[in-house]
């Protein structure tokens, strides 16, 4: 039988509560989980100790970089971001590649179909002026060009970008 000493298992307890709190609010990543207790008890406890603390809720199914990964490329896909955007972003906070090409490739997200409704949101008034498609004067090259930077500022692949502008 272990012995565990009272300062343990107030350590565990302490980082325990303030982990489920923080995944009470949202999903978080294992590398952002690290990052906020890190801050919060970095004079209390070693990062061994928070390590173990997040491996053992990730084996519960409390923590999961799958289920943060969905969840927030769903939300980014609805504010309008593209695949490269939302990647990197995820990259950004710990999620390895494999995993977010697995959610990146996931069927529910038309990269197609979301960015042509942005380019109809923003250039709605623009693309019906055009008179002669396929003619474009310096004006009307400026504006193209205009267009293509907004897809590509918001992380579309270039193959998509010419499609919706087509």
Known sequence: ????????????????????????????SCVELRRKLGRKFQSRYSVEEID??????????????????????????EKGDGPYKIKAALQERGIHAGLVERVLG???????????????RKFAIQARLRQRPGQYDEDELKQRAREIRFLQS?????????SVLA
């Open 154 to 162: 918001r992380g579309f692949p270039k193959e998509v970008i010419y």
């Open 52 to 77: 173990n603390v997040i491996e053992t809720l990730a084996a519960e199914g409390l923590q999961s970089d799958l289920r943060f990964a969905e969840s927030y490329a769903r939300a980014r896909y």
């Open 106 to 120: 996931d069927e529910q997200f038309d990269w197609q179909r979301r960015a042509k409704l942005l380019y109809q």
């Open 1 to 28: 039988m272990d012995i565990i000493s009272p300062e343990a298992e107030t350590a565990d307890g302490d980082l325990r509560r303030a982990s489920i709190d923080l995944l009470a609010r949202r999903e978080h």
